[in-house]
């Protein structure tokens, strides 16, 4: 057929001018081309050459970026015209096809429109993004004649009588339109920039992040087509291909993101609502009503963007039915076009009749509902990220502002608080990102079941009921699996819990032989767990078979009854595969409802939780603010350089900015004081912590400044809160406190802007900053040097002289980083001791005028004591003339005191100096003269005795060993990578890391699928593929009935029946066929369902187990090495995950990916032309999943790592409330929260942003799929004769991978990044177990061994490790049966190696210890250490009952536990416990002082009655007189037995039978100590000459 513009038939019409040229049909097309050849010849040169040759113009920084008046507007106008032009263009091709030759002018004029389009909004991009409005004039042009002469042509369609049952007529008119409102759009631009007609344009910049260069996040700034592709982040996710991503590559927040604007806005609405009294809403209702202002906006825009995405997804079935029903007609009778201007014009049905031209619709309407859909997502979730981020914020004010009794009296915990963050927000948070199924749900559910009405009649409502009927119990299994997470998580936390004291106590389980013990306890609780995960597992598998069955049995149903119902059904494929699709939507929103049904409930419960948080008391609340506050101006715009106000419930005055400007209020009025000399002063203070009688009464004090004041009293009598009631910390009922400042403080400086909080909230806000070393340390996690620094800059020569009077320069010594050590969470690796003396610390180096030191000596030895007040108070504070408040129970420290306060009951018995108390008081002086002879001459008790101890230096050695280790382990995690290369240079290295980065680990899923065991295995692989074999066979039955109901209808009209049935054609046979299939389907989907949980229990179950017994069996050194934190998270987050997410990801995966194969199998077998375009489409998705797991798992990773700190913060904050309020920190800590809140929240804003990149682009090749596949099959249809059965088949497969085509993807990167977890474990399973098994068997060895205690040592060497030297150097001794041996040397001696070595818990590579004539290296472990006693240093009790802790293989009677108590000095206090034996001891022991604590452990070894006994530094933490009292009774209870005691204080030897005094592995001198201290230069005579 020849070409020709306006065709070439003979006597067309195309050709006639006698009504004129503008009469003619093809000249008003030739005419429509006149714009778009304009545009295209204008603008071509402008961007190829023009640009071109600027290379500089092409890559323009963003940061010159600025939208034009009417951007969206713009984007959106393009995007319909677009669509339109593809209807013309589809029009004119299919009105063409009436004719005998091509009239090219029926579609080529919209062609050419089609890319003038394209290139105006690419042209505008440049333009816009180069900022340069006056090339904008071609485009004005443009619109102009483009709207000319399409309203020309729509003019002369009216006049030729063209009506609007003509579908070009309608086209034409909205074209009309569109041009003009194009044109309106670039009129407004001239307007707004004024770049052309007027003589000045404004000067506009760009939004304000852009000026910045750290925003990396482009969502709010890039035009129209950019945020909904998501093609912004293609830089972003090929970037992480090569290098890994870190905070720095995300760079800063928008500031309209930023927590710190989300909050003001949540702060300003909160306001507004409090302003009307009269209808005050309350509690909850309040904050939903302030939710609803601040973020109410986004979220309607998501739900409207989530209807229409709804809406535009029934296109699907509807053009599917209508497809395959326009190829199964036989005989396609349509109506001849009208004929007018010379051109055939056809109506809108008779256009959408046209198979392709569905298709295209199809297309369309695919690509238009994937990018709705994940618009709404993207904005439900950016808007709940901003929403947590506010709330985060206003918890952090209300928790700045708390009152402290509320912590205190329990009424609110750290870990109330913590859960309030960490689950409380992030629900309601979920509750924003699942709101709009809420309200689209049943939109999506009522349109459905019209639809199927409408298809099948009565038959569809019976299957819409059968999946309704099931929703009720979809949320009754949704409950149950609610209630079953809980109880696991209670057994888990219950395991967790023993797991942490195992580790923690593995040293004295090992030494005691009671590992196995433990390690039954904890398979006690792991039964109960697996117990709990298997009813966790049973209603996960069935509410995943009812997923997946759901949909089979409803269209079973329907099909059953639309045959028995109807005599002549019209089962058409179209019918049939419009249908099925439908069902398959319905399922989706009522399986989601369980779940946003809950959210909903647990967003609910959040709020009430939020509610009570937020209407706790706040401090000083009864005092009115005394200055006036200046009135708010414009500065507020400038918000995100000013500090964080605190948030005040009762007072919002006090919230306003402008106290926060960046300068100081200096004329704050003085107060009067009698005095001059007074920094504080207290008149007739009653205080209290509750409501009730006050703790402190009748309070007259005062402070003199500059001097040292001390305030000493019995434990109890309210000490510590006479500090806090100066503070502002306590409620005070009555009296005044009033704070004097000087007129040149050195803390002025301290004050800085940042820290300013109000100064003017009554008299106790008066106060400047306050140095205050609380008596409970508190510490950050943080650097030891930021620590003692607190914000404050570091200088070093005040550094280093604090560092000296603290004595912590051995302590630092020891660290591997030295002060740069990160200290852990509440200082963890720290002693008691050494917090104390960091706290103390920080309160030395501030340059407050003030300082508070409460109860500073409590936790430290004599020495450290003196050392600390001489160096630090007496010298240091002194000197600098600071006014200190020193708390202590030190009495012989009173003659150093400028001004003693002394406390009895809550009220100050007298004040003065020492000799006005002298005089006044003369009974409490001669009282304080002998407790300061007694203090003087004995040691106090403490809770650590030495500075630094052997097993202080050992704990940290541990616990650092290499802070690496962990880091190491989480970049592990990270990278996927566990070979470690060593000698390569830097780039290999990377180019390695990243390679290891991109492949998916294979071996991790091994181990994880061979640890179910082959049977299992093997049901798994065979039950999935049959399930989706039988899946297709279901649906293959169904298009082959339904062809056949055709063919019978065909056959009937052939033989003039009045229908398929006379003619023989039974359903009955194929519907019987279609019932088995669709049973034995269901069946499957149980089976697999059930088999998928059941692996991971299996799997859960054996690595759990084999895990323990590793860990169990483990040598001691790898506790030594790895940071117990690593080894807890193996039990508790990654059994976690093992446990209850690895399963369901697996069944997600392996689900979408067979469904995936499954239809583009189907897809083939129909068309198999479509095996040709899959190719570049598996490319694509190959490509895309490869980017994407790489950059999803760093973004997982990193939002996780975000949020750990954010969390500590809050805990953080809350144990220090009293120390960041005293120091006058609060702005500094809140602008700390908002640095970590933005962190999290832009992480995840990426990790959002990277999801809807990835669906957005496979949904796009899902839908490239389904056009292609319809093509195909309509082309095969009508020319090869495929069956219209088939044709249905093939495309609703097709829509079902665009379905699950991002699933499968999603979820491969997800387990990818659960793998580490699998892979981890299984990398501790290779850990080395020590040797249990001896020479001898138990049963050689004789019963009461060892009877003598005779221990005979030769040349033995030992050493921690095979790589490492030898910490114990040919030793040769020989310990006589009953023999008391004491053995010393300094730290590092090797003291605690030589006890060790009789475990064999040390390496021993030469020598041997023989005791009582048998070498021990050949007996089983296991008996060897059961048949000594060991006394560690380190006191450990376990969680459980006293009897337990003596005793926990129940061997001893009650007589020997009691016995055994009294010799530790314990029964009495036993006895006074509730239960006795059976009381309850608390994790840790922590119901017991240090001191008891090591009594018992004392105890539990005469409990054991062993002929040798080691004690290891037993009396560390006992004082004096204790430790003399269990000095005499180990000599007597065990008189007949060996005791080596390893000597913390050498004086405790003295009376030894033999004393060994060691050095560096070896022995340096062994003799009576009577012999060594008259030897002059004997080592052991200098060592007690140093202990005296």
Same mark, same amino acid.
Request: glycine letters at 6%.
């Given at each position: 057929?020849?070409?020709?513009?306006?065709?070439?038939?003979?006597?067309?019409?195309?050709?006639?001018?006698?009504?004129?040229?503008?009469?003619?049909?093809?000249?008003?097309?030739?005419?429509?081309?006149?714009?778009?050849?304009?545009?295209?010849?204008?603008?071509?040169?402008?961007?190829?050459?023009?640009?071109?040759?600027?290379?500089?113009?092409?890559?323009?920084?963003?940061?010159?970026?600025?939208?034009?008046?009417?951007?969206?507007?713009?984007?959106?106008?393009?995007?319909?015209?677009?669509?339109?032009?593809?209807?013309?263009?589809?029009?004119?091709?299919?009105?063409?096809?009436?004719?005998?030759?091509?009239?090219?002018?029926?579609?080529?004029?919209?062609?050419?429109?089609?890319?003038?389009?394209?290139?105006?909004?690419?042209?505008?991009?440049?333009?816009?993004?180069?900022?340069?409005?006056?090339?904008?004039?071609?485009?004005?042009?443009?619109?102009?004649?483009?709207?000319?002469?399409?309203?020309?042509?729509?003019?002369?369609?009216?006049?030729?009588?063209?009506?609007?049952?003509?579908?070009?007529?309608?086209?034409?008119?909205?074209?009309?339109?569109? /041009?003009?409102?194009?044109?309106?759009?670039?009129?407004?631009?001239?307007?707004?920039?004024?770049?052309?007609?007027?003589?000045?344009?404004?000067?506009?910049?760009?939004?304000?992040?852009?000026?910045?260069?750290?925003?990396?996040?482009?969502?709010?700034?890039?035009?129209?087509?950019?945020?909904?592709?998501?093609?912004?982040?293609?830089?972003?996710?090929?970037?992480?291909?090569?290098?890994?991503?870190?905070?720095?590559?995300?760079?800063?927040?928008?500031?309209?993101?930023?927590?710190?604007?989300?909050?003001?806005?949540?702060?300003?609405?909160?306001?507004?609502?409090?302003?009307?009294?009269?209808?005050?809403?309350?509690?909850?209702?309040?904050?939903?009503?302030?939710?609803?202002?601040?973020?109410?906006?986004?979220?309607?825009?998501?739900?409207?963007?989530?209807?229409?995405?709804?809406?535009?997804?029934?296109?699907?079935?509807?053009?599917?039915?209508?497809?395959?029903?326009?190829?199964?007609?036989?005989?396609?009778?349509?109506?001849?076009?009208?004929?007018?201007?010379?051109?055939?014009?056809?109506?809108?049905?008779?256009?959408?009749?046209?198979?392709?031209?569905?298709?295209?619709?199809?297309?369309?309407?695919?690509?238009?509902?994937?990018?709705?859909?994940?618009?709404?997502?993207?904005?439900?979730?950016?808007?709940?990220?901003?929403?947590?981020?506010?709330?985060?914020?206003?918890?952090?004010?209300?928790?700045?502002?708390?009152?402290?009794?509320?912590?205190?009296?329990?009424?609110?915990?750290?870990?109330?608080?913590?859960?309030?963050?960490?689950?409380?927000?992030?629900?309601?948070?979920?509750?924003?990102?699942?709101?709009?199924?809420?309200?689209?749900?049943?939109?999506?559910?009522?349109?459905?079941?019209?639809?199927?009405?409408?298809?099948?009649?009565?038959?569809?409502?019976?299957?819409?009921?059968?999946?309704?009927?099931?929703?009720?119990?979809?949320?009754?299994?949704?409950?149950?699996?609610?209630?079953?997470?809980?109880?696991?998580?209670?057994?888990?936390?219950?395991?967790?819990?023993?797991?942490?004291?195992?580790?923690?106590?593995?040293?004295?389980?090992?030494?005691?032989?009671?590992?196995?013990?433990?390690?039954?306890?904890?398979?006690?609780?792991?039964?109960?767990?697996?117990?709990?995960?298997?009813?966790?597992?049973?209603?996960?598998?069935?509410?995943?078979?009812?997923?997946?069955?759901?949909?089979?049995?409803?269209?079973?149903?329907?099909?059953?009854?639309?045959?028995?119902?109807?005599?002549?059904?019209?089962?058409?494929?179209?019918?049939?595969?419009?249908?099925?699709?439908?069902?398959?939507?319905?399922?989706?929103?009522?399986?989601?409802?369980?779940?946003?049904?809950?959210?909903?409930?647990?967003?609910?419960?959040?709020?009430?939780?939020?509610?009570?948080?937020?209407?706790?008391?706040?401090?000083?609340?009864?005092?009115?603010?005394?200055?006036?506050?200046?009135?708010?101006?414009?500065?507020?715009?400038?918000?995100?350089?000013?500090?964080?106000?605190?948030?005040?419930?009762?007072?919002?005055?006090?919230?306003?900015?402008?106290?926060?400007?960046?300068?100081?209020?200096?004329?704050?009025?003085?107060?009067?004081?009698?005095?001059?000399?007074?920094?504080?002063?207290?008149?007739?203070?009653?205080?209290?912590?509750?409501?009730?009688?006050?703790?402190?009464?009748?309070?007259?004090?005062?402070?003199?400044?500059?001097?040292?004041?001390?305030?000493?009293?019995?434990?109890?009598?309210?000490?510590?809160?006479?500090?806090?009631?100066?503070?502002?910390?306590?409620?005070?009922?009555?009296?005044?406190?009033?704070?004097?400042?000087?007129?040149?403080?050195?803390?002025?400086?301290?004050?800085?802007?940042?820290?300013?909080?109000?100064?003017?909230?009554?008299?106790?806000?008066?106060?400047?900053?306050?140095?205050?070393?609380?008596?409970?340390?508190?510490?950050?996690?943080?650097?030891?040097?930021?620590?003692?620094?607190?914000?404050?800059?570091?200088?070093?020569?005040? /550094?280093?002289?604090?560092?000296?009077?603290?004595?912590?320069?051995?302590?630092?010594?020891?660290?591997?980083?030295?002060?740069?050590?990160?200290?852990?969470?509440?200082?963890?690796?720290?002693?008691?001791?050494?917090?104390?003396?960091?706290?103390?610390?920080?309160?030395?180096?501030?340059?407050?005028?003030?300082?508070?030191?409460?109860?500073?000596?409590?936790?430290?030895?004599?020495?450290?004591?003196?050392?600390?007040?001489?160096?630090?108070?007496?010298?240091?504070?002194?000197?600098?003339?600071?006014?200190?408040?020193?708390?202590?129970?030190?009495?012989?420290?009173?003659?150093?005191?400028?001004?003693?306060?002394?406390?009895?009951?809550?009220?100050?018995?007298?004040?003065?100096?020492?000799?006005?108390?002298?005089?006044?008081?003369?009974?409490?002086?001669?009282?304080?003269?002998?407790?300061?002879?007694?203090?003087?001459?004995?040691?106090?008790?403490?809770?650590?005795?030495?500075?630094?101890?052997?097993?202080?230096?050992?704990?940290?050695?541990?616990?650092?060993?290499?802070?690496?280790?962990?880091?190491?382990?989480?970049?592990?995690?990270?990278?996927?990578?566990?070979?470690?290369?060593?000698?390569?240079?830097?780039?290999?290295?990377?180019?390695?890391?990243?390679?290891?980065?991109?492949?998916?680990?294979?071996?991790?899923?091994?181990?994880?699928?061979?640890?179910?065991?082959?049977?299992?295995?093997?049901?798994?692989?065979?039950?999935?593929?049959?399930?989706?074999?039988?899946?297709?066979?279901?649906?293959?039955?169904?298009?082959?009935?339904?062809?056949?109901?055709?063919?019978?209808?065909?056959?009937?009209?052939?033989?003039?029946?009045?229908?398929?049935?006379?003619?023989?054609?039974?359903?009955?046979?194929?519907?019987?066929?279609?019932?088995?299939?669709?049973?034995?389907?269901?069946?499957?989907?149980?089976?697999?369902?059930?088999?998928?949980?059941?692996?991971?229990?299996?799997?859960?179950?054996?690595?759990?187990?084999?895990?323990?017994?590793?860990?169990?069996?483990?040598?001691?050194?790898?506790?030594?090495?790895?940071?117990?934190?690593?080894?807890?998270?193996?039990?508790?987050?990654?059994?976690?995950?093992?446990?209850?997410?690895?399963?369901?990801?697996?069944?997600?995966?392996?689900?979408?990916?067979?469904?995936?194969?499954?239809?583009?199998?189907?897809?083939?077998?129909?068309?198999?032309?479509?095996?040709?375009?899959?190719?570049?489409?598996?490319?694509?998705?190959?490509?895309?999943?490869?980017?994407?797991?790489?950059?999803?798992?760093?973004?997982?990773?990193?939002?996780?790592?975000?949020?750990?700190?954010?969390?500590?913060?809050?805990?953080?904050?809350?144990?220090?409330?009293?120390?960041?309020?005293?120091?006058?920190?609060?702005?500094?800590?809140?602008?700390?929260?908002?640095?970590?809140?933005?962190?999290?929240?832009?992480?995840?804003?990426?990790?959002?942003?990277?999801?809807?990149?990835?669906?957005?682009?496979?949904?796009?090749?899902?839908?490239?799929?389904?056009?292609?596949?319809?093509?195909?099959?309509?082309?095969?249809?009508?020319?090869?004769?495929?069956?219209?059965?088939?044709?249905?088949?093939?495309?609703?497969?097709?829509?079902?991978?665009?379905?699950?085509?991002?699933?499968?993807?999603?979820?491969?990167?997800?387990?990818?990044?659960?793998?580490?977890?699998?892979?981890?474990?299984?990398?501790?399973?290779?850990?080395?177990?020590?040797?249990?098994?001896?020479?001898?068997?138990?049963?050689?060895?004789?019963?009461?061994?060892?009877?003598?205690?005779?221990?005979?040592?030769?040349?033995?060497?030992?050493?921690?490790?095979?790589?490492?030297?030898?910490?114990?150097?040919?030793?040769?001794?020989?310990?006589?049966?009953?023999?008391?041996?004491?053995?010393?040397?300094?730290?590092?001696?090797?003291?605690?190696?030589?006890?060790?070595?009789?475990?064999?818990?040390?390496?021993?590579?030469?020598?041997?210890?023989?005791?009582?004539?048998?070498?021990?290296?050949?007996?089983?472990?296991?008996?060897?250490?059961?048949?000594?006693?060991?006394?560690?240093?380190?006191?450990?009790?376990?969680?459980?009952?006293?009897?337990?802790?003596?005793?926990?293989?129940?061997?001893?009677?009650?007589?020997?536990?009691?016995?055994?108590?009294?010799?530790?000095?314990?029964?009495?206090?036993?006895?006074?416990?509730?239960?006795?034996?059976?009381?309850?001891?608390?994790?840790?022991?922590?119901?017991?002082?240090?001191?008891?604590?090591?009594?018992?452990?004392?105890?539990?070894?005469?409990?054991?009655?062993?002929?040798?006994?080691?004690?290891?530094?037993?009396?560390?933490?006992?004082?004096?007189?204790?430790?003399?009292?269990?000095?005499?009774?180990?000599?007597?209870?065990?008189?007949?037995?060996?005791?080596?005691?390893?000597?913390?204080?050498?004086?405790?030897?003295?009376?030894?039978?033999?004393?060994?005094?060691?050095?560096?592995?070896?022995?340096?001198?062994?003799?009576?100590?009577?012999?060594?201290?008259?030897?002059?230069?004997?080592?052991?005579?200098?060592?007690?000459?140093?202990?005296?």
């Amino acid at each position: 057929m020849s070409l020709a513009f306006c065709g070439n038939e003979n006597n067309s019409a195309a050709y006639n001018v006698d009504g004129g040229v503008l009469n003619n049909g093809c000249f008003l097309d030739a005419l429509t081309v006149v714009p778009h050849v304009f545009l295209l010849f204008i603008t071509f040169p402008i961007l190829f050459i023009g640009w071109g040759s600027q290379s500089s113009k092409v890559h323009i920084h963003h940061s010159t970026w600025l939208h034009f008046p009417g951007h969206n507007l713009r984007w959106i106008l393009t995007f319909i015209l677009l669509f339109v032009l593809v209807c013309e263009i589809a029009e004119g091709i299919v009105s063409d096809g009436f004719t005998q030759s091509h009239h090219l002018h029926l579609y080529m004029p919209a062609a050419l429109g089609f890319m003038a389009a394209i290139t105006s909004i690419v042209y505008y991009h440049n333009i816009e993004t180069s900022n340069f409005p006056k090339l904008l004039l071609v485009l004005l042009v443009y619109w102009v004649l483009a709207f000319v002469t399409k309203t020309l042509k729509f003019a002369k369609y009216t006049e030729q009588g063209v009506g609007m049952k003509q579908l070009r007529f309608c086209i034409t008119g909205l074209l009309s339109l569109l /041009y003009g409102l194009l044109l309106a759009v670039e009129g407004n631009v001239i307007l707004g920039r004024r770049y052309v007609c007027f003589q000045q344009a404004p000067e506009v910049k760009p939004p304000e992040d852009l000026q910045d260069l750290g925003v990396r996040f482009l969502q709010p700034f890039v035009n129209l087509l950019s945020k909904s592709t998501y093609w912004w982040m293609n830089t972003f996710i090929t970037n992480a291909h090569r290098r890994p991503i870190d905070l720095k590559v995300l760079g800063k927040l928008p500031i309209a993101m930023r927590a710190i604007t989300n909050y003001l806005k949540l702060r300003k609405v909160f306001e507004d609502q409090r302003r009307p009294q009269d209808s005050q809403p309350q509690g909850p209702q309040l904050i939903w009503k302030a939710l609803r202002k601040a973020y109410g906006r986004p979220l309607i825009l998501s739900i409207s963007y989530r209807f229409m995405a709804d809406l535009l997804g029934f296109a699907g079935p509807l053009c599917i039915s209508g497809i395959v029903h326009h190829i199964s007609k036989e005989n396609r009778t349509i109506q001849p076009p009208v004929n007018l201007l010379g051109v055939y014009f056809i109506s809108s049905r008779e256009f959408l009749a046209n198979a392709y031209v569905l298709t295209v619709l199809l297309f369309s309407a695919l690509l238009l509902q994937r990018t709705f859909l994940q618009a709404s997502y993207y904005v439900a979730i950016e808007n709940g990220i901003n929403l947590r981020g506010a709330i985060q914020m206003k918890v952090y004010n209300k928790i700045m502002r708390l009152c402290t009794s509320n912590l205190s009296m329990g009424e609110m915990t750290v870990g109330q608080i913590c859960n309030l963050v960490a689950i409380d927000i992030n629900q309601l948070m979920w509750f924003f990102f699942l709101c709009p199924n809420l309200w689209a749900m049943p939109v999506q559910i009522v349109v459905g079941v019209i639809l199927l009405y409408y298809l099948l009649g009565i038959s569809a409502l019976i299957g819409a009921t059968v999946i309704a009927l099931l929703a009720p119990v979809q949320y009754f299994v949704a409950t149950k699996l609610s209630e079953a997470q809980k109880s696991t998580l209670e057994y888990s936390n219950d395991r967790l819990k023993k797991t942490n004291e195992l580790l923690r106590g593995i040293k004295l389980l090992k030494l005691y032989a009671w590992e196995h013990i433990f390690c039954g306890s904890m398979e006690e609780t792991r039964k109960k767990e697996l117990k709990s995960l298997q009813t966790f597992a049973l209603y996960t598998s069935i509410s995943i078979f009812m997923n997946t069955a759901i949909p089979i049995a409803a269209v079973l149903t329907t099909f059953v009854v639309y045959v028995h119902i109807s005599e002549d059904a019209n089962l058409s494929p179209a019918v049939a595969f419009a249908s099925l699709s439908l069902f398959h939507m319905l399922v989706s929103p009522l399986f989601l409802l369980s779940s946003v049904v809950r959210s909903t409930v647990k967003g609910l419960v959040s709020v009430q939780k939020l509610s009570e948080f937020f209407s706790c008391d706040e401090i000083g609340e009864e005092q009115e603010p005394r200055t006036t506050l200046p009135p708010a101006s414009s500065k507020n715009s400038k918000y995100q350089a000013l500090p964080l106000k605190v948030v005040n419930r009762k007072h919002p005055g006090r919230e306003d900015w402008n106290n926060f400007g960046l300068h100081r209020d200096l004329e704050e009025e003085s107060l009067s004081l009698d005095d001059e000399d007074t920094c504080i002063k207290i008149s007739n203070g009653y205080f209290t912590w509750v409501d009730g009688p006050p703790t402190l009464s009748n309070v007259n004090i005062k402070i003199p400044f500059g001097q040292l004041t001390m305030i000493v009293g019995q434990v109890g009598c309210g000490k510590s809160s006479l500090l806090l009631a100066a503070l502002g910390e306590m409620q005070k009922t009555s009296g005044s406190v009033v704070w004097n400042s000087l007129p040149n403080l050195d803390s002025e400086g301290d004050e800085s802007p940042t820290c300013k909080d109000t100064a003017e909230e009554g008299d106790i806000r008066k106060r400047g900053s306050v140095a205050y070393a609380s008596q409970k340390p508190w510490l950050l996690n943080a650097t030891l040097v930021e620590n003692i620094t607190f914000e404050m800059p570091l200088i070093k020569e005040r /550094y280093k002289t604090v560092i000296d009077a603290c004595s912590l320069q051995p302590d630092i010594d020891i660290l591997p980083q030295g002060d740069q050590t990160e200290v852990g969470e509440r200082g963890i690796i720290l002693s008691g001791g050494q917090r104390q003396r960091i706290g103390v610390a920080r309160a030395l180096y501030q340059s407050t005028n003030v300082v508070f030191l409460d109860d500073p000596f409590s936790a430290l030895d004599i020495h450290l004591s003196d050392h600390l007040m001489q160096e630090g108070i007496l010298k240091l504070l002194r000197e600098e003339k600071r006014t200190v408040v020193l708390v202590t129970h030190k009495l012989q420290y009173l003659p150093h005191a400028d001004w003693i306060i002394a406390m009895k009951d809550g009220s100050i018995h007298t004040e003065g100096t020492l000799k006005d108390i002298q005089n006044a008081e003369p009974e409490l002086f001669e009282q304080w003269k002998t407790l300061m002879h007694r203090q003087d001459k004995e040691f106090e008790k403490e809770t650590v005795a030495e500075s630094m101890t052997v097993l202080e230096r050992k704990n940290l050695r541990r616990a650092m060993y290499s802070r690496e280790a962990l880091k190491t382990e989480e970049e592990d995690g990270a990278l996927g990578y566990t070979e470690e290369s060593t000698e390569s240079d830097e780039e290999d290295n990377l180019s390695q890391v990243m390679r290891h980065r991109t492949t998916i680990p294979w071996r991790s899923f091994g181990t994880y699928l061979s640890s179910a065991g082959l049977l299992l295995l093997l049901l798994l692989l065979l039950s999935q593929l049959l399930k989706h074999s039988l899946l297709v066979s279901i649906d293959y039955w169904l298009a082959h009935w339904t062809s056949n109901v055709i063919n019978a209808k065909i056959h009937a009209a052939a033989r003039n029946c009045t229908s398929a049935q006379e003619c023989g054609f039974s359903h009955s046979s194929y519907l019987l066929v279609f019932s088995v299939l669709c049973c034995l389907g269901i069946a499957l989907c149980l089976v697999t369902s059930v088999t998928v949980e059941w692996t991971g229990l299996r799997v859960a179950k054996e690595l759990h187990s084999n895990l323990l017994k590793t860990i169990i069996l483990a040598p001691m050194r790898l506790f030594e090495t790895t940071p117990l934190g690593s080894l807890l998270n193996r039990f508790s987050t990654d059994t976690n995950t093992i446990d209850q997410h690895i399963p369901a990801t697996l069944e997600c995966l392996s689900r979408s990916t067979l469904l995936c194969l499954s239809a583009l199998g189907v897809i083939s077998f129909v068309t198999p032309v479509f095996l040709i375009a899959l190719v570049p489409l598996a490319f694509a998705c190959y490509f895309f999943q490869k980017y994407f797991r790489v950059a999803s798992r760093d973004l997982q990773q990193l939002e996780d790592s975000t949020q750990l700190p954010l969390l500590a913060h809050f805990s953080e904050t809350v144990e220090g409330l009293t120390t960041i309020r005293a120091f006058r920190y609060e702005a500094r800590f809140r602008h700390k929260l908002l640095e970590f809140t933005d962190a999290n929240n832009i992480a995840s804003l990426f990790l959002t942003a990277a999801n809807r990149w990835l669906e957005v682009r496979m949904e796009y090749i899902g839908a490239c799929i389904v056009l292609i596949a319809a093509v195909a099959s309509i082309t095969n249809s009508i020319y090869n004769h495929l069956s219209t059965g088939l044709v249905g088949l093939g495309l609703t497969y097709a829509l079902m991978v665009s379905n699950y085509l991002n699933w499968m993807v999603r979820n491969l990167a997800d387990m990818e990044v659960q793998m580490g977890s699998v892979r981890r474990i299984s990398a501790l399973l290779k850990t080395e177990p020590e040797s249990y098994e001896g020479l001898m068997s138990a049963s050689q060895v004789p019963d009461g061994w060892p009877q003598q205690g005779e221990i005979q040592i030769q040349n033995l060497s030992v050493r921690y490790d095979s790589t490492l030297k030898p910490v114990l150097r040919n030793v040769n001794a020989h310990i006589n049966p009953g023999q008391k041996v004491g053995i010393c040397g300094r730290t590092g001696s090797g003291k605690s190696s030589f006890s060790l070595a009789f475990f064999r818990m040390v390496d021993t590579f030469e020598g041997r210890i023989i005791i009582d004539g048998i070498d021990i290296a050949q007996l089983p472990l296991q008996m060897l250490r059961s048949r000594f006693s060991i006394i560690l240093q380190d006191p450990i009790l376990f969680s459980g009952t006293i009897r337990f802790n003596l005793d926990p293989e129940s061997r001893a009677s009650d007589c020997m536990l009691w016995e055994a108590l009294e010799i530790a000095q314990l029964k009495s206090v036993v006895k006074t416990l509730p239960g006795g034996l059976d009381a309850i001891v608390t994790e840790g022991g922590e119901n017991f002082s240090q001191g008891q604590r090591q009594l018992f452990c004392l105890a539990r070894a005469f409990v054991r009655k062993t002929s040798i006994l080691i004690m290891d530094e037993a009396t560390a933490s006992i004082d004096m007189a204790t430790e003399s009292i269990l000095q005499k009774v180990v000599m007597t209870a065990f008189a007949d037995r060996t005791v080596v005691t390893i000597a913390h204080r050498v004086h405790t030897i003295l009376k030894a039978d033999l004393v060994i005094v060691m050095k560096r592995g070896i022995i340096l001198e062994h003799d009576k100590p009577e012999v060594l201290l008259e030897q002059e230069d004997s080592v052991f005579a200098s060592f007690v000459k140093a202990d005296k």
